[in-house]
C-alpha cells in the first residue's frame, strides 16, 4: 500500500463482494472459494481474500475483495481458462440468490499504512454522506488523519470512497481500522482529547457538529 501511494498515474479501488452462504453448506463454501482464490486470484494485481463478518446486520456473510487494482487492469481480469465455471461449479452452488458488490477507491492521501502488517481483523465504519457535501467531508477527514498521524502514528487505517453509491444505501466513505488482537477494541484511545491537543481546546466539540451536518449516519462492522 505505500507503493501504491506513490501511484500518480490510476487510482486504485477495492472490489467488494458480499455473499450469503447456506447455513449447511459452509464447510463446503469455504474449501470451494479458497481453492479458487489460489487458482484464479493468487497473484498481486487480481489478488483476492475472504472476510466473515462477525457483527452488524450482515454478521454471519462474507466479503470476498480483490484489489487493490487500477480500472486498467480490470479489463484483462480472470474470466476464461475455466475461471468462470470454477466459480459456478465449485463456489456458487453453496450460496443463496442475490450478492451485492461494491467498488471502493482508495484515498492515500487521508490513509496512514506505517509499516507492514498481517491483514487479519478490521473495524469497518461506513459513513452516509449528505448530498453534495462530499467536499466539506474530505476536509475534516484531512483533520482526522493529521491526529491520528500526530498521536497514533503506529495506527493503520485506510479511508476508501464507494464508486458507485446510491443515496438509498448510505454507503459512502469507509474507515477501515486494521488490528491484529480484539484487546484493541477495548482501548478508549481519547480522541477528542487528542484532536483538542491537536486544533485547540474545544475543537473537537465543533468538528463535531460539522460532522453532523455533513453526515446522515453510519454503520459497523467487523471483518475477520
Known amino acids: 500500500l505505500l507503493v ?3 501511484n500518480t498515474k490510476e487510482y486504485y479501488v477495492f472490489e467488494n463482494v458480499m455473499l450469503t452462504v447456506k447455513p449447511d453448506k459452509i464447510k463446503q463454501f469455504e474449501k470451494g472459494i479458497a481453492a479458487h482464490n489460489v487458482k484464479f486470484h493468487s497473484d498481486n494485481v487480481y489478488g483476492a481474500r475472504v472476510y466473515s463478518i462477525a457483527s452488524g446486520l450482515n454478521a454471519g456473510k462474507y466479503v470476498w475483495t480483490m484489489g487493490p487494482i487500477t480500472w486498467s487492469d480490470m479489463d484483462n481480469r480472470p474470466s476464461k481458462s475455466g475461471h468462470d465455471d470454477d466459480w459456478s461449479n465449485n463456489v456458487a452452488p453453496y450460496m443463496t440468490l442475490g450478492t451485492e458488490v461494491t467498488y471502493w477507491k482508495y484515498k492515500a492521501d487521508l490513509s496512514n499504512f506505517p509499516q507492514d502488517f498481517k491483514v487479519k481483523k478490521l473495524k469497518v465504519d461506513v459513513y452516509d454522506i449528505t448530498r453534495f457535501q462530499g467536499e466539506k467531508v474530505m476536509e475534516i477527514m484531512k483533520k482526522v488523519k493529521k491526529v491520528m498521524i500526530t498521536k497514533f502514528p503506529k495506527e493503520a487505517f485506510g479511508v476508501y470512497v464507494n464508486e458507485f453509491s446510491g443515496t438509498k444505501e448510505g454507503k459512502d466513505l469507509a474507515y477501515v481500522s486494521f488490528f491484529e488482537k480484539s484487546a ?14 491537536v486544533f485547540g481546546k474545544g475543537s473537537f466539540k465543533e468538528v463535531i457538529k460539522e460532522w453532523g451536518q455533513v453526515t446522515v449516519g453510519s454503520q459497523s462492522e467487523l471483518w475477520v
Open 4 to 6: 501504491l501511494s506513490q
Open 184 to 197: 484493541w477494541l477495548g482501548k478508549d484511545n481519547e480522541f477528542s482529547k487528542k484532536y483538542d491537543e
